[in-house]
């Protein structure tokens, strides 16, 4: 890798000022700033590592950039033919143009391996998501948690971590008493066979309306839920047929995303866990009595105090978390687990995380909540229905799908209802979780229909279409295409072609750090970059103009195997995030 190779080369030369120097700060490789640049008068590459150090170092970036520069210059690779200073500390790097032509030769040889690696080899990894609730629809605050989930199982996949894909539903509580008291008292079967999420929600409703004049339901619901506790037959038997069916119907939606989880595994799966690990933190002498109930004091660790156990003896959300992570710990000795779940729990994971490290101090699988924002409608205010409620995400999957079709009818009048209605699919799910994607997860994020199905902007359609027309360039190349022609790669001495290389060697390393960082947006942003050149590159640089001209049909040999690289990429890329390519739009 080009880029890596010229990190390596600055952090070498760091290392060794720093040795004679301590004052200068260490860095390790990931964090050296190194950018592509796309005129070539100012070299290939440039780092602002200069402004960095003069930060913790008090001086100017150019003072600091000269004392690089001095070790930078002493024996660099032979690859970089020229290292210079810019303006303001900028340190610009020039490489033999040979290196870089070479370097589209070894990617094309790796060819849909390109961009995977081994770094996790034997390790494994769980990602915590989705999470929706039993007997309730997903709405579309689920939608990120899914979204991101996925690209960031997909990551670690090409990463070569064995990820196991949780899906850790909420399958416990109170709530499950007041649906089977609701079922006993108007249930029917038919119904929720037929449509068993809205059926269930529609009883719990029905509950909790009439517990308004009827205050004896509220206790009704209590007792059918300590009846399951307990392990009624009746209850149990009720209640997996509602966990069941709400799993039926949560897999339809996930069909539709392409998204398949190793495991359903909820809050139910850990009650009888819950009492031993109670006692266990009390023999350990962690816990207090607060009111009646059981604390864990973490003030020391600027938390509030975790609530472990009710005054009633019920357990809480924390207490399942608690035996999850050590269930987790204990049956699959993860390098990580991943919980993707949105801002408002930040205080609850990490009284989870903190508790964690005090009870099992041997464990050395990494914890991390993976936070992400709200979704906003286009005004700018929670995306729910005038009752205040969150909108179903079937609903949401189906307006997208609506919205593209009505696009996709205009832009391709000729083509037959079945293929306008598939492309059109492809299209609303990309944009629905390219729109996620492209942004830092923290971020809220904005459903305005109009930019995210927009063929020019920043969104999966644009990357869809770049992919569908370099395709359709390869398609027509390859039959004027002279195979008997030897390949030289440098015939591909156009600026464009040299800045497509460098970015397209660069796709590695962008995998690497999306999945270091938890945060799809680098491949997102790098892939609409990429999509920017390919599209000036095929509009600005002549492609099939060959004709009989041998040496243009020698130099089309070796733009075929760019163009190849750059769809192999868009695709791969595109794939990491979950968004299908087309072959035409």
């Not at 039993?134 to 690209?151: D, F, Q, Y």
């Not at 909790?208 to 209850?235: A, C, I, P, R, V």
């Not at 936070?371 to 929670?382: A, D, P, T, Y």
Request: aromatic residues 10%; charged residues 30%; glycine residues 4%.
């Amino acid at each position: 890798m080009l880029k890596q190779d010229i990190k390596k080369y600055i952090y070498q030369s760091l290392k060794r000022i720093t040795k004679e120097n301590n004052k200068w700060p260490i860095f390790c490789i990931n964090e050296i700033p190194l950018n592509i640049q796309n005129d070539e008068k100012f070299g290939d590459y440039s780092t602002t590592i200069a402004f960095l150090v003069s930060k913790k170092l008090q001086k100017h970036p150019t003072e600091v950039a000269k004392i690089l520069l001095d070790e930078l210059q002493k024996n660099p690779p032979k690859q970089i033919i020229k290292i210079e200073l810019a303006q303001n500390g900028f340190i610009n790097f020039y490489l033999d143009k040979k290196f870089i032509q070479k370097e589209l030769g070894k990617m094309s040889k790796t060819k849909s391996k390109f961009g995977s690696s081994k770094i996790g080899y034997k390790k494994k990894i769980i990602i915590d998501y989705s999470s929706p609730n039993i007997a309730k629809p997903m709405h579309v605050g689920h939608l990120r948690s899914t979204i991101i989930g996925e690209a960031l199982a997909n990551l670690y996949e090409s990463l070569g971590y064995q990820v196991i894909r949780w899906n850790y539903l909420g399958d416990w509580g109170t709530q499950f008493g007041k649906l089977i008291a609701a079922y006993k008292l108007w249930g029917d079967k038919e119904k929720i066979e037929k449509s068993p999420i809205s059926s269930l929600l529609n009883l719990y409703r029905k509950f909790h309306e009439q517990m308004k004049s009827n205050s004896e339901l509220e206790q009704l619901g209590q007792t059918e839920f300590k009846k399951l506790e307990q392990g009624d037959k009746e209850n149990r038997k009720l209640w997996l047929w509602f966990r069941k069916e709400s799993i039926k119907d949560f897999k339809k939606i996930y069909n539709l995303l392409d998204i398949k989880f190793d495991l359903f595994i909820g809050e139910s799966f850990f009650e009888q866990d819950l009492l031993p690990l109670i006692s266990f933190l009390q023999k350990k002498k962690l816990t207090q009595k607060s009111k009646g109930a059981t604390i864990i004091p973490l003030e020391k660790y600027d938390l509030p105090p975790a609530l472990i156990q009710k005054s009633d003896e019920a357990s809480l959300y924390l207490t399942r978390d608690l035996a999850l992570a050590q269930y987790r710990f204990k049956k699959y000795k993860p390098a990580k687990i991943l919980y993707v779940v949105g801002n408002e729990q930040d205080i609850h994971f990490k009284q989870v995380f903190t508790l964690a490290k005090i009870i099992f101090p041997k464990q050395e699988t990494e914890l991390a909540h993976i936070k992400f924002g709200l979704v906003l409608s286009e005004e700018k205010k929670k995306f729910s229905t005038r009752e205040g409620e969150l909108i179903s995400l079937e609903q949401v999957i189906n307006q997208a799908i609506k919205k593209s079709l009505i696009i996709i009818k205009k832009k391709k009048p000729e083509w037959s209802l079945s293929k306008q209605k598939k492309v059109a699919q492809v299209i609303a799910l990309g944009s629905l979780k390219f729109n996620d994607l492209k942004s830092f997860r923290t971020a809220d994020i904005v459903f305005d229909w109009n930019k995210m199905l927009d063929f020019s902007g920043d969104t999966s359609v644009y990357l869809q279409y770049t992919y569908a027309r370099v395709n359709k360039i390869l398609s027509k190349a390859k039959k004027i295409q002279n195979k008997n022609l030897k390949c030289n790669y440098q015939e591909l001495n156009h600026p464009l072609e040299i800045s497509l290389i460098k970015k397209l060697s660069e796709f590695p390393e962008v995998i690497e750090l999306s999945a270091e960082k938890y945060a799809p947006n680098y491949l997102a942003t790098y892939l609409l970059s990429l999509a920017d050149l390919a599209n000036k590159y095929y509009e600005s640089v002549p492609i099939l103009k060959s004709k009989n001209d041998l040496t243009l049909k020698a130099r089309l040999n070796v733009q075929l195997i760019l163009l190849e690289n750059i769809t192999n990429v868009l695709k791969k890329g595109l794939k990491v995030l979950g968004i299908q390519v087309l072959k035409e739009i």
